[in-house]
């Protein structure tokens, strides 16, 4: 016994429209991560320069979005476009006069309103922050990944002194914990299952720390950019792991905390 | 540590050529003009455009619209 459908199927229901060819794989993450790297390392020559790299591979993004085949792909856009966006208002926002850690608090408040755009595009801001499988105690464990990954960043990455200007230290502790939020939803959150769900989630889990790595290049040392990719992947592998990005937030706070604030009171005094 | 920028950058963002004509605010403006010219002429060309992509434009247009706010209230204050 078989059943029909009352509503009759549309001619060539499960054909793409027309010109509807682009499928997001590996070739072109690598393309999406050379021009990346290519606009940071601009940095190095021209900031100008560079934030017209960033903005072309922002519009690239909205440009092939018409193009896509397939929901995931669909998914990912958003964010390949939200990461240049982020890259493009660090260069431009006047901010260059503030000391680093007031710098990145107020830098915070586009970053946020760019990741809350980009996770509204496929669902709730509210669903990033479940809990996942994993219960409290796992995510409190991920938060003390933090202590470790922070002696490495603060041995390959020496802090300049002086970050937090004027700003008492609790209130520059705060800054640092917000200004971390939205960099790790748009990372951790948003970026990583998206292209682990269409490179796999190995070749997801280097690709998203090799983007995060990638936005340290201007900074022309190895250690910097090796910090960086150890602190991508470490933070990745707990989040996928978890299957939540509650605790890999926490982290991101805590390192922060330990590696601006706590780290050069103890060893410079 | 967090994606920002290295102290060569913002020295010449403090006091390169940033400051004339050649800026990276100039850029933003030049692509915020770009999303916003993208999404007009997506919501005139049919009643009710792919939702997908204004979301994505409006990716672009909102936050570099609040930066390009900033950078103008910026300059007027180093006027005055």
Known sequence: MTFRSVVPAPPNALVQPAGRTLVVGLPLLFGYLTALALS?????????????????????????LPFTADERS???LPVMTAIPVVRL??????????????????????TLIVVTLATRTRHSVGQLFRLG???????????????PLAVIVYLLMPVTPGGRGNLPVIAAGIV???????????????????????????????????????????YASVGALAAAFAVGLALGWCRQRTDSVVGVVGARVVLVVLVYLAFPAIFNG | MTPSVPPPVL?????????????AGLVLLAVLVVALTAKALLQSASPAP???????????????????????????????
């Open chain 1, 133 to 147: 499988p994993s219960d409290w105690a796992t995510q409190l464990a991920v938060v003390l990944v933090a202590v």
């Open chain 2, 50 to 80: 792919r939702q997908d992509a204004v979301r994505l434009l409006n990716i672009l247009a909102v936050p570099l619209f609040i930066v390009f706010v900033a950078i103008v209230v910026e300059r007027f204050s180093d006027l005055s």
């Open chain 1, 89 to 110: 208002i660090v260069v431009a926002a006047p901010t260059a006069d503030f000391a680093s850690i007031p710098r990145l608090g107020v830098l915070a408040v586009p």
């Open chain 1, 40 to 64: 940071e390392g601009l940095l190095l020559v021209s900031a100008p320069l560079a934030a017209g790299g960033f903005g072309l591979l922002a519009l690239a993004g909205c440009v092939a």
């Open chain 1, 176 to 218: 640092l914990a917000l200004a971390v939020l939205p960099d790790e939803l748009l990372f951790r959150g948003l970026l990583q299952p998206a292209i682990t769900a269409v490179a796999g989630q190995r070749a997801g889990l280097y690709l998203s720390a090799m983007m995060y790595a990638a936005t340290f290049i201007a």
């Open chain 2, 11 to 23: 020295d010449f963002l403090r006091y390169g050529d940033a400051k004339a004509s050649m800026s």
């Open chain 1, 74 to 76: 669909q998914a990912l």
